[in-house]
């Protein structure tokens, strides 16, 4: 969580070949003030364990599934992301 998921094109960096040709790739930055002094203590850092079949990942609290939730949206990921928030919005009420 201490690393702000961006998406290049969206922050004017200039476009290098594989921006182009996969414009949903994610770049996680670090250090962004900004981002860091928003976030709560204890939660840094996430472990997401994976499912034996390798298919899945648990979220282990509300903040880390958000954080997934939102790196999955800004991948464009939105099927995904639609059952997230689903999931989320149940396991919240």
């Known amino acids: 969580a201490i690393a702000e998921p961006i998406r290049p094109c969206a922050h ?17 930055r670090r250090g962004a003030k900004d981002w860091v002094s928003q976030l ?32 999955r949206f800004l991948t464009w990921h939105f099927a995904e992301v639609s059952a997230m928030a689903f999931a989320i919005s149940e396991a919240t009420s």
């Open 12 to 28: 004017g960096a200039p476009l290098g070949p594989v921006e182009r040709c996969f414009p949903s790739q994610l770049v996680l």
């Open 40 to 71: 709560k203590a204890g939660s840094r850092h996430y472990n997401y364990p994976l499912h034996s079949s390798g298919t899945m990942a648990f979220t282990p609290a509300p903040a880390a599934s958000l954080y997934f939730l939102l790196c």
